[in-house]
């Protein structure tokens, strides 16, 4: 892919670290690779990427880390 699929723009390989989630439970996904659109930032993924995060939220109860986030909830 060369151009972005909605707002034309020029795509660039990138290594990212994505945020997936399932059932209410997140998980930090390092090192991915991605095409991501220089102009809107949409994000693209080949299948090896998709099969790391479905693996990894797949993995999530055996994660080597575990962060604690504080929640605030707006008024």
């Given at each position: ?28 996904v ?12 949409e ?33």
């Open positions: 892919m060369k151009t972005c699929y909605f707002c034309k723009g020029a795509i660039e390989n990138v290594t990212i670290d994505y945020m997936a989630s399932r059932q209410n439970e997140y998980v930090l390092k090192d991915v690779r991605a095409q991501k659109c220089r102009q809107c930032g994000l693209y993924f080949d299948y090896e990427s998709s099969k790391k995060i479905d693996e990894a939220l797949e993995k999530a109860p055996l994660a080597e880390e575990h962060l604690t986030v504080p929640i605030v909830r707006s008024a």
